[in-house]
């Protein structure tokens, strides 16, 4: 059997919440990921709410991260298929303005996912 190799990259980003209680994007920049990891910064003052457009204090749909705590997403090779995630698809909101998230993620340094 063949042995498949990826030079990988390790890359970050720590995006400031500009408007508590208003989602915000990741990032503007479609950025396509095999994996990423968020951390709530632990100097914020609040939680951070992870999700979708709706990602808000009292949404239901959003992961809550309280400062220190750390979110793990990896896309899965569902039926054998290379999956891919988009971090520019992912907004934050947070219980207070300035509030930070580190967003670690791998990408493959030949194909940029």
Do not use: W
Not at 67 to 91: F, M, Q, W
Request: hydrophobic share 35%; proline share 3%; net charge negative.
């Amino acid at each position: 059997m063949a042995t498949i190799k990826q030079k990988l990259k390790i890359l970050a980003t720590q995006p400031v919440l500009t408007s508590a209680g208003t989602p915000q994007l990741i990032t503007s920049i479609s950025t396509v990921v095999s994996s990423y990891m968020i951390e709530a910064v632990s100097t914020n003052t609040g939680s951070v709410y992870i999700g979708d457009s709706v990602a808000n204090t009292t949404s239901t749909k959003a992961h809550k991260l309280v400062p220190g705590d750390i979110l793990e997403v990896i896309a899965d090779n569902y039926e054998h298929r290379k999956c891919y995630l988009d971090l520019a698809d992912i907004y934050f909101d947070g219980d207070t303005t300035g509030n930070k998230i580190v967003v670690s993620y791998l990408q493959d340094q030949e194909t940029g996912k």
